[in-house]
């Protein structure tokens, strides 16, 4: 079974992006990460996060809110 996964920011290490998917509660599997360049693009699975809000204190992110 393939899961969708949505874009959720970018940031500027793996650590920073794997820390704001863990403080909002998210499992391992419902995120992956991608490196692009000098910045890493979070991905999040479109059902783990559907009908909440992600909390965002913009530490570690290199864009706005999506």
Partial sequence: MAWDFDERGKFGSEK????????????????????????????VRRSAVEGRNLKDSNEGRRDGWN
């Fill in 16 to 43: 920073a992006a794997e820390d704001y998917a863990r403080r909002n509660g998210l499992k391992d599997a419902d995120f992956r990460t991608r490196r692009k360049g000098d910045q890493v693009e979070l991905e």
